[in-house]
């Protein structure tokens, strides 16, 4: 162990790591695809260190575009300040999202994202004098770790220690096939009472990257928008070409009211976290009486080095290049998933635009599995970062992955498989 990770041991406390098994390793640097590790390795950064990184690490473009902001002006008070970053960002924003959205609203992360949106569907109902209070949600459900977001997440080891406070939830079973019983739950559930339904569009990430059809949340939005029900889409994972689309919503025929993003939007970054709302929640909010003001805000809000890097991340995003080579990834998954051979240690293998998931068969299935230590051991030692979801291995590159390296990927899945195969 080297001085770096001795310290680190001593002091630090990393996300998802019991304290006696903290073995953090040294990052010396990171360039496109790679992470280099202060012992020499050169990493494959296959899962975009978990989702955020969309064009490479160290990209130039974003480098020089936070460089230049950093010279001008690296934070400033946006509770009645403005500036042109964040300005920039918001049309842009706006021109991608559905036309029914009218107002951005920033915060810090994808959890404040969602939070911010809980709070808007609750108190839009508030203002209007008419208090709706409960909310529908996914099981299998992820969106966050503050108290909003587990409330409205699956009951599980994320939230075990805070259940008896979290407010409660409506969960419709995962809308798998033809969603039917989702279908026929949503019909029965939704009333006046309800004050929104918040799912991931088409991909459950933290679940195991699970898929479902666009044809059957579009029922679900149906049904939830005739009774006025506020449809919130939790696009922090799937937002910004990682469904093959810019936003999964956009395999959709029905508008959700609220976006919640984050992750991609800087390019892996800094934190930033949108909530993009919709002008008849707005309007609830857009009145003298200030009891009804939104008073909510973070220190952060808007930072004006995020929004330089978001702005510079969308030219890269929106170039024809980078769309090519999202559509070429998702080519690339589809041979692969065509061409797989039956594995009787495979339940499912399954794809959505740039992600591609192999769910394994386990008798312990779901995140705490206890094959993940072994999916996980196997591929970084041979420096590839894999990270799996419980016994799902998943592949979600950077928008620049070669062919050669995508390959390389799925050689060494087959290669984890057969040897699955020969215990």
């Given amino acids: 162990m080297n001085q770096l990770e001795k310290i680190d041991r001593e002091n630090i406390w990393h996300p998802f790591s019991p304290l006696a098994g903290n073995k953090p390793i040294g990052v010396r640097k990171a360039k496109g695809l790679y992470i280099h590790t202060l012992d020499g390795r050169k990493i494959m950064d296959s899962i975009s260190s978990w989702w955020v990184n969309i064009h490479g690490h160290s990209h130039p473009k974003i480098n020089k575009a936070v460089s230049r902001q950093a010279a001008k002006m690296e934070q400033v008070i946006f509770a009645g300040f403005t500036h042109k970053p964040a300005v920039d960002l918001s049309k842009t924003l706006k021109k991608?999202?559905?036309?029914?959205?009218?107002?951005?609203?920033?915060?810090?992360?994808?959890?404040?994202?969602?939070?911010?949106?809980?709070?808007?569907?609750?108190?839009?109902?508030?203002?209007?004098?008419?208090?709706?209070?409960?909310?529908?949600?996914?099981?299998?459900?992820?969106?966050?770790?503050?108290?909003?977001?587990?409330?409205?997440?699956?009951?599980?080891?994320?939230?075990?220690?805070?259940?008896?406070?979290?407010?409660?939830?409506?969960?419709?079973?995962?809308?798998?096939?033809?969603?039917?019983?989702?279908?026929?739950?949503?019909?029965?559930?939704?009333?006046?009472?309800?004050?929104?339904?918040?799912?991931?569009?088409?991909?459950?990430?933290?679940?195991?990257?699970?898929?479902?059809?666009?044809?059957?949340?579009?029922?679900?939005?149906?049904?939830?928008?005739?009774?006025?029900?506020?449809?919130?889409?939790?696009?922090?994972?799937?937002?910004?070409?990682?469904?093959?689309?810019?936003?999964?919503?956009?395999?959709?025929?029905?508008?959700?009211?609220?976006?919640?993003?984050?992750?991609?939007?800087?390019?892996?970054?800094?934190?930033?976290?949108?909530?993009?709302?919709?002008?008849?929640?707005?309007?609830?909010?857009?009145?003298?009486?200030?009891?009804?003001?939104?008073?909510?805000?973070?220190?952060?809000?808007?930072?004006?080095?995020?929004?330089?890097?978001?702005?510079a991340s969308m030219k890269l995003l929106l170039k024809k290049s980078c769309q090519e080579d999202i559509a070429r990834i998702e080519a690339s998954h589809k041979a692969y998933v065509e061409s797989f051979v039956a594995n009787e240690k495979v339940d499912e293998i399954r794809y959505r635009g740039t992600i591609l998931a192999i769910e394994l068969k386990a008798d312990d299935a779901g995140y705490t599995s206890d094959i993940k230590e072994r999916i996980y051991d196997y591929f970084m030692e041979r420096n590839m970062l894999l990270r799996p979801l419980g016994n799902v291995i998943y592949i979600i590159p950077p928008y620049i992955v070669t062919n050669q390296e995508l390959n390389k990927m799925y050689k060494a899945i087959d290669a984890f498989l057969k040897e699955l195969l020969n215990d």
């Avoid at 979290?166 to 026929?184: C, N, R, S, Y």
């Fill in 96 to 311: 991608l999202l559905p036309s029914n959205i009218s107002k951005i609203f920033f915060s810090d992360n994808g959890s404040t994202s969602v939070e911010v949106a809980i709070k808007l569907a609750i108190q839009y109902w508030y203002n209007l004098g008419k208090p709706r209070k409960k909310i529908i949600a996914l099981e299998g459900a992820y969106h966050g770790d503050t108290f909003g977001s587990m409330s409205v997440a699956e009951r599980n080891l994320f939230s075990a220690p805070f259940n008896d406070l979290l407010f409660e939830v409506e969960f419709l079973p995962f809308p798998k096939g033809d969603g039917a019983a989702a279908i026929a739950s949503m019909k029965e559930l939704a009333s006046e009472e309800i004050a929104a339904f918040i799912f991931e569009p088409l991909v459950q990430g933290a679940a195991g990257m699970q898929m479902y059809a666009p044809e059957v949340l579009d029922e679900l939005i149906s049904i939830a928008q005739s009774k006025k029900i506020i449809c919130i889409a939790d696009e922090v994972m799937t937002g910004f070409g990682r469904t093959g689309k810019m936003f999964a919503c956009d395999y959709l025929k029905n508008d959700p009211d609220i976006f919640c993003l984050s992750k991609g939007i800087t390019g892996g970054y800094l934190p930033m976290g949108v909530t993009a709302v919709s002008q008849p929640i707005v309007e609830a909010f857009d009145v003298a009486d200030r009891l009804k003001a939104f008073f909510h805000g973070h220190s952060y809000t808007a930072n004006p080095l995020a929004c330089a890097a978001a702005n």
